[in-house]
């Protein structure tokens, strides 16, 4: 499925790469939304795992802050083929009940895990949060999905850096009170 995309992902293609009976693939996953979802889990530890191993334990809040994104950033560079899956898995999610709780909980641990890995920073920096982790999480990583939508669809080395350290001093500023949230009119 990283290699050629969801569509390549049946149970039949998938028991033909591994050198097993179709029956072991549908007896393992159940149905193949189950299969779909168990890749989504397996290249979102994957990501996670990456990432927090990153954690600088002596850095400055921006440091820590601009180490996480450059972690995460690495990890597109190096693994492309697996975000653009977990992009076609997402949005196949949205018109589907059963994998549209995966794409749920995918995206609130990586939520999770990204507000943690902001809370230990700031803990141990001392830095105090103007706002609360997980919006500023939240932030990261509406920024960041843009730039590797980006990245996915258009390569651009250059805006990308410069759009990176951007959204890294658009964190920061956020987490430290230098920067106010906007009041939004009311939906209707």
């Not at 549908?26 to 189950?34: N, P, V």
């Not at 990501?47 to 995460?72: M, N, Q």
């Not at 906007?182 to 939906?187: D, E, K, M």
Request: with cysteine; charged share 20%.
């Amino acid at each position: 499925m990283t290699r050629e995309g969801v569509a390549a992902g049946s149970t039949r293609a998938i028991a033909a790469e591994l050198g097993v009976a179709q029956a072991i693939v549908h007896y393992t996953f159940g149905t193949k939304e189950e299969l779909y979802r168990a890749v989504m889990e397996q290249l979102t530890e994957e990501l996670v795992a990456r990432v927090e191993r990153a954690a600088p334990d002596d850095a400055g809040f921006e440091e820590t802050i601009g180490a996480l994104a450059a972690a995460l950033w690495r990890t597109v560079r190096a693994h492309p083929a697996g975000y653009q899956l977990l992009a076609e898995l997402g949005l196949l999610a949205l018109r589907s009940p059963h994998l549209n709780e995966a794409l749920a909980s995918h995206d609130r641990g990586v939520i999770a895990v990204t507000a943690r890995l902001i809370a230990e920073a700031a803990e141990r920096t001392g830095q105090p949060l103007a706002q609360p982790a997980e919006t500023l999480a939240r932030f990261f990583l509406a920024g960041f999905d843009g730039l590797r939508t980006w990245h996915l669809s258009a390569p651009d080395d250059d805006a990308e850096t410069t759009c990176l350290q951007a959204l890294i001093a658009a964190v920061v500023a956020l987490a430290g009170g230098r920067l106010d949230l906007v009041a939004l009119p009311p939906a209707g």
